[in-house]
């Protein structure tokens, strides 16, 4: 049976998230010369879809995970361990720093390297600061409560057995197998 989470903190999210979106298409449009009168059409869609975007942002810290839902076309839920969480940028660009907001990037241990190179990107969280270094401190107490757990392979050599002896296991056990799979061809 699955154990409940219990959450621990919701961020909320700046207003001004709507502003930077709708900012950053324009300068978009404003920097191809074919999309200046597409501004007209842009920034007031672009305006739509902002204020869908941020009704749907979510982001909670459990006791367990980091959950943060997006998105308005495509919606993502991200479920993110605590325990794989290595690390919680603070992001603020030219168009944020005019915005008044920050980002967040969440990097996790065996994340694949995409065009942001993290996992989870958050935008405007209000005293972003605080909530960073709450989720940070909540994987340290994670973290630390399974540190203690050892892992397999040091499991096996706390029994007595060699290292040695144990790479023989191993080593004649793939010789049967390859044994058995050369008799069924």
């Keep these: 049976m699955a154990r409940e989470e219990r959450t621990i903190a919701s961020a909320t999210f700046d207003a001004r998230v709507i502003q930077y979106i709708v900012l950053n ?5 404003i920097a191809t010369v074919i999309g200046i009168p597409a501004l007209i059409v842009v ?3 672009t305006m739509v879809l902002a204020k ?3 009704s749907r942002l979510r982001c909670e810290l459990t006791d367990r995970n980091l959950q943060i839902d ?7 839920e991200s479920t993110i361990p605590l325990d794989k969480i290595t690390d919680m940028q603070m992001v603020q660009g030219p168009l944020m720093r005019l915005a008044g907001i920050h980002g967040l990037k969440v990097e996790t241990a065996g994340q694949s390297a995409g065009a942001s190179g993290a996992t989870g990107t958050i935008l405007g969280v209000v005293d972003a600061r605080d909530f960073r ?8 107490r994670v973290t630390e409560n399974t540190a203690g757990t050892p892992a397999p ?8 057995e060699d290292t040695a002896e144990v790479l023989r296991d191993i080593r004649d056990t793939l010789g049967r197998i390859e044994r058995g799979l050369a008799d069924r061809s």
Aim: aromatic fraction near 6%; hydrophobic fraction near 55%.
């Design 153 to 160: 392979s040091a499991t096996a050599l706390a029994g007595g």
């Design 133 to 140: 270094d709450r989720v940070l401190a909540e994987r340290d």
């Design 25 to 29: 298409a324009a300068m978009i449009c």
């Design 70 to 76: 997006k998105g308005v076309l495509v919606r993502t």
């Design 52 to 54: 869908i975007y941020f």
């Design 43 to 45: 920034v007031p869609l």
